[in-house]
Protein backbone atom coordinates (compact mmCIF):
# COMPACT_ATOMS: atom_id res chain seq x y z
CA UNK A 1 0.00 0.00 0.00
CA UNK A 2 2.20 2.28 -0.97
CA UNK A 3 0.03 5.19 -1.65
CA UNK A 4 -1.88 5.01 2.14
CA UNK A 5 1.92 4.08 3.39
CA UNK A 6 2.43 7.82 1.81
CA UNK A 7 -0.12 9.63 2.90
CA UNK A 8 0.49 8.64 6.59
CA UNK A 9 4.11 9.68 6.32
CA UNK A 10 3.05 12.85 4.79
CA UNK A 11 0.12 13.76 7.89
CA UNK A 12 3.20 12.56 10.31
CA UNK A 13 5.74 15.25 8.84
CA UNK A 14 2.96 17.93 7.84
CA UNK A 15 0.44 17.09 10.55
CA UNK A 16 -0.69 19.59 13.74
CA UNK A 17 1.46 19.09 16.63
CA UNK A 18 0.83 15.72 18.80
CA UNK A 19 0.47 15.78 22.89
CA UNK A 20 -0.74 13.13 24.87
CA UNK A 21 -1.54 14.20 28.65
CA UNK A 22 1.09 13.42 31.74
CA UNK A 23 -1.34 12.20 34.47
CA UNK A 24 -0.88 13.71 37.99
CA UNK A 25 -3.68 11.66 39.78
CA UNK A 26 -7.46 10.91 39.92
CA UNK A 27 -10.54 11.49 41.54
CA UNK A 28 -13.41 9.65 42.14
CA UNK A 29 -16.32 10.23 39.58
CA UNK A 30 -19.63 8.76 40.21
CA UNK A 31 -20.27 6.24 37.66
CA UNK A 32 -23.67 6.74 36.92
CA UNK A 33 -22.88 10.30 35.72
CA UNK A 34 -23.48 10.82 32.09
CA UNK A 35 -21.21 13.57 31.46
CA UNK A 36 -21.76 16.10 29.45
CA UNK A 37 -20.20 19.20 30.58
CA UNK A 38 -17.13 19.91 33.32
CA UNK A 39 -15.85 23.17 34.57
CA UNK A 40 -14.19 23.71 37.38
CA UNK A 41 -14.94 27.02 39.73
CA UNK A 42 -13.94 27.94 42.98
CA UNK A 43 -12.79 24.27 43.92
CA UNK A 44 -15.68 22.95 43.00
CA UNK A 45 -15.92 20.95 39.74
CA UNK A 46 -19.68 21.82 38.11
CA UNK A 47 -20.94 19.21 36.12
CA UNK A 48 -23.93 18.11 33.68
CA UNK A 49 -25.02 15.39 32.70
CA UNK A 50 -27.81 14.01 30.16
CA UNK A 51 -29.99 10.88 29.13
CA UNK A 52 -34.07 11.10 29.27
CA UNK A 53 -34.82 10.89 33.27
CA UNK A 54 -31.06 10.99 34.53
CA UNK A 55 -30.17 14.49 33.29
CA UNK A 56 -28.58 16.98 36.35
CA UNK A 57 -26.90 19.91 37.28
CA UNK A 58 -24.79 19.18 39.95
CA UNK A 59 -21.62 20.90 42.05
CA UNK A 60 -19.26 18.06 43.02
CA UNK A 61 -16.29 18.34 45.63
CA UNK A 62 -13.37 17.29 43.81
CA UNK A 63 -11.26 15.33 46.29
CA UNK A 64 -14.48 13.17 47.56
CA UNK A 65 -16.55 13.13 44.56
CA UNK A 66 -19.46 14.03 46.78
CA UNK A 67 -22.54 15.55 45.25
CA UNK A 68 -22.57 19.01 47.40
CA UNK A 69 -25.90 20.57 45.15
CA UNK A 70 -27.83 18.96 42.98
CA UNK A 71 -30.77 19.83 40.35
CA UNK A 72 -32.38 17.74 38.46
CA UNK A 73 -33.90 18.34 35.03
CA UNK A 74 -37.35 17.73 33.65
CA UNK A 75 -37.10 13.77 32.16
CA UNK A 76 -37.97 15.48 29.08
CA UNK A 77 -34.73 16.88 28.25
CA UNK A 78 -31.37 16.04 27.94
CA UNK A 79 -28.59 17.61 29.40
CA UNK A 80 -25.67 18.91 27.23
CA UNK A 81 -22.99 21.22 27.46
CA UNK A 82 -21.94 23.66 30.63
CA UNK A 83 -20.55 27.11 30.94
CA UNK A 84 -20.25 29.66 33.55
CA UNK A 85 -20.87 33.23 32.99
CA UNK A 86 -19.64 35.28 36.20
CA UNK A 87 -22.07 33.98 39.04
CA UNK A 88 -24.16 32.21 36.62
CA UNK A 89 -24.19 28.94 34.47
CA UNK A 90 -25.43 28.04 31.67
CA UNK A 91 -26.32 24.72 30.76
CA UNK A 92 -27.77 23.22 27.26
CA UNK A 93 -29.64 20.47 26.08
CA UNK A 94 -29.17 17.77 23.44
CA UNK A 95 -32.27 18.30 21.24
CA UNK A 96 -34.70 20.11 22.74
CA UNK A 97 -33.71 23.67 21.64
CA UNK A 98 -33.18 25.06 25.32
CA UNK A 99 -30.59 26.60 27.55
CA UNK A 100 -30.95 26.82 30.93
CA UNK A 101 -29.57 29.76 33.41
CA UNK A 102 -28.99 29.08 36.79
CA UNK A 103 -27.47 31.27 40.01
CA UNK A 104 -24.37 29.14 40.61
CA UNK A 105 -24.97 29.91 44.37
CA UNK A 106 -28.05 28.51 44.59
CA UNK A 107 -28.89 26.60 41.16
CA UNK A 108 -32.33 28.89 40.42
CA UNK A 109 -33.10 29.15 37.17
CA UNK A 110 -33.16 32.56 36.05
CA UNK A 111 -33.82 32.16 32.76
CA UNK A 112 -33.87 30.45 29.73
CA UNK A 113 -32.80 31.06 26.19
CA UNK A 114 -34.15 28.76 22.95
CA UNK A 115 -32.19 28.25 19.97
CA UNK A 116 -31.46 26.04 16.27
CA UNK A 117 -30.30 23.23 16.30
CA UNK A 118 -28.53 20.43 18.55
CA UNK A 119 -26.54 21.17 21.84
CA UNK A 120 -23.43 19.47 22.55
CA UNK A 121 -20.57 21.62 24.02
CA UNK A 122 -20.44 25.00 25.30
CA UNK A 123 -17.64 27.31 26.99
CA UNK A 124 -17.09 30.93 27.93
CA UNK A 125 -14.07 32.60 26.88
CA UNK A 126 -14.46 35.61 29.10
CA UNK A 127 -16.70 37.72 26.43
CA UNK A 128 -18.30 35.27 24.13
CA UNK A 129 -19.86 31.48 25.08
CA UNK A 130 -18.50 29.14 22.49
CA UNK A 131 -21.02 26.14 21.59
CA UNK A 132 -20.32 22.71 19.55
CA UNK A 133 -23.36 21.11 17.78
CA UNK A 134 -21.60 17.46 16.86
CA UNK A 135 -20.41 19.45 13.55
CA UNK A 136 -17.03 21.14 12.69
CA UNK A 137 -18.42 24.42 13.56
CA UNK A 138 -17.96 25.99 16.64
CA UNK A 139 -20.98 29.24 17.35
CA UNK A 140 -20.09 32.36 19.30
CA UNK A 141 -22.79 33.57 21.63
CA UNK A 142 -23.76 36.82 23.14
CA UNK A 143 -23.67 35.45 27.09
CA UNK A 144 -26.50 37.98 28.25
CA UNK A 145 -28.73 37.17 24.98
CA UNK A 146 -27.65 33.67 23.14
CA UNK A 147 -27.76 35.47 19.98
CA UNK A 148 -25.35 34.14 17.14
CA UNK A 149 -22.38 36.56 17.38
CA UNK A 150 -20.30 34.37 14.63
CA UNK A 151 -19.15 30.74 13.46
CA UNK A 152 -16.04 28.96 12.27
CA UNK A 153 -15.32 25.51 11.16
CA UNK A 154 -12.14 23.79 12.86
CA UNK A 155 -10.31 22.51 10.40
CA UNK A 156 -7.46 20.10 11.01
CA UNK A 157 -5.07 20.50 8.45
CA UNK A 158 -7.38 21.81 6.31
CA UNK A 159 -9.73 19.29 6.92
CA UNK A 160 -13.09 19.91 8.81
CA UNK A 161 -13.50 17.83 12.08
CA UNK A 162 -16.78 16.97 12.78
CA UNK A 163 -18.45 15.85 16.17
CA UNK A 164 -16.82 17.88 18.21
CA UNK A 165 -18.42 17.95 21.61
CA UNK A 166 -17.62 18.97 25.07
CA UNK A 167 -15.85 22.36 25.44
CA UNK A 168 -13.18 24.04 27.21
CA UNK A 169 -12.33 27.58 26.80
CA UNK A 170 -8.70 28.75 27.94
CA UNK A 171 -8.35 32.15 26.89
CA UNK A 172 -8.34 32.17 22.98
CA UNK A 173 -8.04 28.60 22.58
CA UNK A 174 -10.66 26.28 22.69
CA UNK A 175 -10.25 22.36 24.00
CA UNK A 176 -12.84 20.12 22.15
CA UNK A 177 -13.28 16.81 22.63
CA UNK A 178 -14.08 14.75 19.16
CA UNK A 179 -17.08 12.71 20.15
CA UNK A 180 -16.53 8.23 19.87
CA UNK A 181 -12.74 9.19 20.09
CA UNK A 182 -10.12 9.77 23.02
CA UNK A 183 -9.13 13.22 21.06
CA UNK A 184 -9.06 16.21 22.15
CA UNK A 185 -8.31 19.46 19.67
CA UNK A 186 -6.50 22.29 20.84
CA UNK A 187 -8.20 25.11 18.51
CA UNK A 188 -7.50 28.82 17.98
CA UNK A 189 -11.06 29.77 18.72
CA UNK A 190 -11.07 33.05 15.73
CA UNK A 191 -9.86 30.60 12.84
CA UNK A 192 -10.94 26.87 13.55
CA UNK A 193 -7.39 26.06 13.20
CA UNK A 194 -6.57 22.95 15.01
CA UNK A 195 -2.98 23.22 16.82
CA UNK A 196 -2.76 20.56 18.86
CA UNK A 197 -4.15 16.87 18.14
CA UNK A 198 -3.96 15.26 22.02
CA UNK A 199 -4.26 11.84 22.11
CA UNK A 200 -6.06 11.03 25.74
CA UNK A 201 -6.33 7.41 25.02
CA UNK A 202 -5.61 4.71 27.72
CA UNK A 203 -6.57 6.68 30.79
CA UNK A 204 -8.88 4.21 31.98
CA UNK A 205 -7.99 0.55 32.30
CA UNK A 206 -9.19 -1.75 29.82
CA UNK A 207 -11.42 -2.92 32.68
CA UNK A 208 -12.45 0.59 33.85
CA UNK A 209 -13.53 1.43 29.81
CA UNK A 210 -15.01 -1.92 29.83
CA UNK A 211 -17.95 -0.34 31.93
CA UNK A 212 -17.39 3.42 30.62
CA UNK A 213 -18.40 5.01 27.88
CA UNK A 214 -16.51 8.16 25.81
CA UNK A 215 -14.31 10.66 26.71
CA UNK A 216 -16.66 13.89 27.77
CA UNK A 217 -15.51 15.82 29.97
CA UNK A 218 -12.57 18.85 30.26
CA UNK A 219 -12.26 21.04 32.75
CA UNK A 220 -9.06 23.83 33.33
CA UNK A 221 -7.80 25.04 36.29
CA UNK A 222 -5.41 28.45 36.22
CA UNK A 223 -4.63 28.06 39.36
CA UNK A 224 -2.31 25.29 38.24
CA UNK A 225 -2.77 25.37 34.34
CA UNK A 226 -3.85 21.97 34.93
CA UNK A 227 -6.87 20.28 33.36
CA UNK A 228 -9.19 17.35 34.74
CA UNK A 229 -10.34 15.35 32.26
CA UNK A 230 -13.19 12.27 32.53
CA UNK A 231 -16.11 10.82 30.26
CA UNK A 232 -19.59 9.52 30.63
CA UNK A 233 -19.95 6.81 33.56
CA UNK A 234 -16.08 7.11 34.19
CA UNK A 235 -14.61 6.28 37.84
CA UNK A 236 -12.49 8.76 37.65
CA UNK A 237 -11.46 12.34 36.60
CA UNK A 238 -8.33 12.60 36.17
CA UNK A 239 -6.04 15.39 36.69
CA UNK A 240 -3.49 15.82 33.63
CA UNK A 241 -0.55 18.52 32.22
CA UNK A 242 0.62 18.99 28.80
CA UNK A 243 3.82 20.32 27.82
CA UNK A 244 2.17 22.85 25.60
CA UNK A 245 1.17 26.29 27.03
CA UNK A 246 -2.71 25.87 27.91
CA UNK A 247 -3.42 29.67 26.21
CA UNK A 248 -1.44 29.37 23.21
CA UNK A 249 2.51 29.96 22.08
CA UNK A 250 3.35 33.66 23.56
CA UNK A 251 0.32 34.21 25.11
CA UNK A 252 -0.82 34.54 28.30
CA UNK A 253 -4.83 34.70 30.09
CA UNK A 254 -6.67 37.66 30.71
CA UNK A 255 -8.40 37.78 33.68
CA UNK A 256 -9.88 34.25 34.09
CA UNK A 257 -9.61 34.19 37.94
CA UNK A 258 -11.87 35.66 41.08
CA UNK A 259 -10.87 35.65 44.55
CA UNK A 260 -13.21 36.79 47.08
CA UNK A 261 -11.61 39.72 49.05
CA UNK A 262 -13.58 41.59 51.98
CA UNK A 263 -13.55 45.49 53.00
CA UNK A 264 -12.24 46.76 55.95
CA UNK A 265 -10.59 49.92 57.07
CA UNK A 266 -7.12 50.46 58.37
CA UNK A 267 -6.40 53.42 60.84
CA UNK A 268 -9.50 54.90 59.10
CA UNK A 269 -8.10 54.59 55.87
CA UNK A 270 -10.30 52.83 53.51
CA UNK A 271 -8.89 49.78 52.32
CA UNK A 272 -9.30 45.97 51.41
CA UNK A 273 -7.63 43.10 51.99
CA UNK A 274 -7.51 39.48 50.08
CA UNK A 275 -6.14 36.17 51.65
CA UNK A 276 -5.63 33.56 49.27
CA UNK A 277 -3.92 29.74 50.07
CA UNK A 278 -3.44 27.91 46.60
CA UNK A 279 -1.00 28.26 43.96
CA UNK A 280 -1.79 31.61 42.45
CA UNK A 281 0.26 33.43 39.75
CA UNK A 282 -1.10 36.36 39.35
CA UNK A 283 1.26 39.75 38.14
CA UNK A 284 -1.29 41.76 39.11
CA UNK A 285 -5.10 42.78 40.18
CA UNK A 286 -7.58 44.73 39.04
CA UNK A 287 -9.72 45.51 42.17
CA UNK A 288 -13.69 45.62 41.14
CA UNK A 289 -13.94 48.61 38.95
CA UNK A 290 -10.70 50.39 39.59
CA UNK A 291 -9.27 49.93 35.82
CA UNK A 292 -5.69 50.68 36.73
CA UNK A 293 -4.44 48.57 39.41
CA UNK A 294 -1.53 51.36 39.53
CA UNK A 295 -3.86 52.90 41.77
CA UNK A 296 -4.51 50.03 44.22
CA UNK A 297 -0.98 48.86 44.37
CA UNK A 298 2.26 49.60 43.15
CA UNK A 299 3.35 47.80 40.03
CA UNK A 300 4.98 44.43 39.36
CA UNK A 301 4.17 40.68 41.18
CA UNK A 302 2.56 40.61 44.48
CA UNK A 303 2.81 37.02 44.75
CA UNK A 304 5.32 34.25 45.45
CA UNK A 305 5.88 32.30 41.95
CA UNK A 306 5.96 29.29 44.69
CA UNK A 307 3.01 26.46 44.62
CA UNK A 308 1.45 26.20 47.39
CA UNK A 309 2.06 29.91 48.33
CA UNK A 310 0.47 31.36 51.14
CA UNK A 311 -0.18 35.16 51.90
CA UNK A 312 -2.43 38.03 52.01
CA UNK A 313 -2.37 41.28 50.68
CA UNK A 314 -3.89 44.63 51.56
CA UNK A 315 -4.63 47.57 48.99
CA UNK A 316 -5.97 51.40 49.57
CA UNK A 317 -8.43 52.25 47.37
CA UNK A 318 -7.82 55.72 45.05
CA UNK A 319 -9.58 58.27 46.52
CA UNK A 320 -13.01 58.90 44.74
CA UNK A 321 -13.80 55.37 43.76
CA UNK A 322 -16.17 53.52 46.12
CA UNK A 323 -14.49 49.96 46.05
CA UNK A 324 -13.13 49.96 49.63
CA UNK A 325 -15.35 51.38 52.26
CA UNK A 326 -14.52 53.05 55.27
CA UNK A 327 -15.99 52.46 59.03
CA UNK A 328 -15.55 50.03 61.97
CA UNK A 329 -13.52 47.24 59.89
CA UNK A 330 -16.06 45.07 59.29
CA UNK A 331 -16.91 42.96 56.28
CA UNK A 332 -19.08 45.64 54.86
CA UNK A 333 -21.29 44.94 51.63
CA UNK A 334 -20.55 42.54 49.01
CA UNK A 335 -17.35 40.56 48.91
CA UNK A 336 -14.98 42.45 46.42
CA UNK A 337 -13.95 40.64 43.46
CA UNK A 338 -10.11 40.35 42.46
CA UNK A 339 -9.28 38.80 39.34
CA UNK A 340 -6.07 37.83 38.38
CA UNK A 341 -4.68 39.46 35.46
CA UNK A 342 -1.76 38.45 32.87
CA UNK A 343 -1.24 40.22 29.81
CA UNK A 344 -3.34 39.75 26.86
CA UNK A 345 -2.53 37.75 24.12
CA UNK A 346 -2.07 39.09 20.52
CA UNK A 347 -0.06 41.71 19.17
CA UNK A 348 -1.19 44.42 21.55
CA UNK A 349 -0.06 42.78 24.61
CA UNK A 350 -2.72 44.82 26.27
CA UNK A 351 -3.74 44.44 29.94
CA UNK A 352 -7.83 44.27 29.94
CA UNK A 353 -9.13 44.78 33.16
CA UNK A 354 -12.13 42.94 34.56
CA UNK A 355 -15.20 42.51 32.87
CA1 LIG B 1 -15.67 22.09 29.96
Not at 12 to 41: K, S
Not at 145 to 166: C, M, S, W, Y
Not at 309 to 323: D, I, K, Q, Y
Not at 332 to 340: A, I, K, V
Request: charged share 20%; proline share 6%.
Amino acid sequence: MPWAAALVLMSTAFGVEQATPEVLGFFPHDTDAFTQGLLLHNDSFYESTGLYGESTLRQVEPATGVVLMLHELSPSVFGEGLARVDDRLIQLTWQENIAYEYEIETFAETGTFKYAGEGWGLCFDGERLVMSNGSSTLFFRDPDTFAILGQVTVRKDGVPVIRLNELECVGDLVYANVWLTDTIMRIEADTGTVLTEIDASGLLTPEEAAQADVLNGIAFDPATEHFFLTGKLWPKVFEVRFDFNPYGEGCEVRWLREIEGVTLAKDGINGVAVSWNEDLRALEYHVNSVTSIDDVLPPGPHLPDVPGARGSLECFAPAGTTTCVDGDGQVDGEPLLFYQVYSACGPSGADEGPP
